[in-house]
């Protein structure tokens, strides 16, 4: 997908870019992003809602994947962001993406992240809970200033997903619940307080969902209650938020809808179902993450050491693992691979790939098919781009790879290799220890 293909040595290429050589001039574990499929998907959904002659916002959720290079392709291709905690916000900031197009998430915003949002002057605070709507509005009164704001509801939809990553049903950390009165409380309460202004109500459903129904349900959750709300409370939401989730290819069995799909589904949704109440069609914001990201990432291995267990399984250990990719030990996430040295050569074995951290379930795929696979063999994972350099650790005092962004047999490094410096440079050895004897 996206710009791979197989060379004329048989190598896998990404961007024009010859991934053994990537693989030699910047070392592995490396992350490759093919930009010209980032900026393909985020014109996929920008462009289905053109079509659709609404207003909207596609904000990019950057916690799939935050750097300042990303941010500056998001602000290049006319989105939002969605932020999460201080350290996206203030990449984001650094990076120069206009604050009025950042909208901040999390269910646990502290005073100083709060203040920090005011400051910069982002555009729009997703509130979960009273204990946050009152701190913002304090903080927004102190700087004169009227915070705009969305509430995050939980529509009461169960997502068919991992239940780790589905987060609309009622039993959830998140969001004031529909069901309960407690999101109509909320909105009462938003009403009488003088720094703070409602915008409308954001519902996120889950991640990794192929099936448009749960986004039909959502709106239609959504647009009674917003019915509902103008007729008891006299105010009209100009904004539904109904997140983000699309599923992405990670192997086969996976099913996708393009991206044109799940936006016509969405926008399809809400006109009908605001239509039927008689509602003028707010503006419809969405914030996609994996789908945006997910399949535009490759991340390359050199293969080291091998077990082979006679009538049990070979196990294929490669120079990364659970420290660059710990999804398939969290969420047991499946992935495809291929020797990217050795691309058109059929399979001849099935393997299991491992990492190299000090523990069992260090595991990036269990059973695929391969040639033959020898030490020194590059191994290219597919679909690494979302949630993956995320979600890098330093376990074991492992560095985290580089990344790259390749596009026209180009290759810029976005993010650099972590050095030894970075991996003690927090350290501190208290005087009384530091006597070697
Ligand atoms: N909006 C909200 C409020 C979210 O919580 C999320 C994801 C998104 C948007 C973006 O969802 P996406 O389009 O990427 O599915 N670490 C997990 C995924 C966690 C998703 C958390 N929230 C994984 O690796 O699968």
Redesign the pocket.
Known sequence: HGTSKINDKGHLEIGGCDATWLAQTHGTPLYVMDEELIRRRCREFVGAFRASGLQFQVAY?S??FCTMAMCRIVEEEGMSL?V?SDGELHTALLAGFPAERIHF?GNNKTPQEIEMALDAGIGCF?VDNFIELHMLNAIAGEKRKKAKMLY?ITPGVEAHT?E??S?GQTDSK?GFDLQNGSAYRAVEEAMHLDHVELLGI?S?I????FEVEGFRMAAEKVAQFAVKVREELKLTFKVINL?????IRYVEGDTPLPVSDYVGAIVQAVKSEFGRQGFPVPEIWI??????V?DAGTTLYTVGTYKDIPGVRKYVAVDGGMTDNP?PA??E?QYEAMLANRATEPAEEVVSIAGKCCESGDMLIWDVSLPKVNSGDVLAVACTG???Y??ASNYNRIRKPAVVFVQDGKADVVVQRESFDNIIGNDVIPERLKQVT
């Open positions: 959720a916690k799939a969605d999460v998430h997703v995050r991992h780790f990553i987060t998140f954001h996120h889950g991640s990794q969902i997140g983000g989730g699309f599923g914030e996609p993450g994996r789908s945006i997910g999804r969290l969420y996430a979302a949630y993956n995320a979600m």
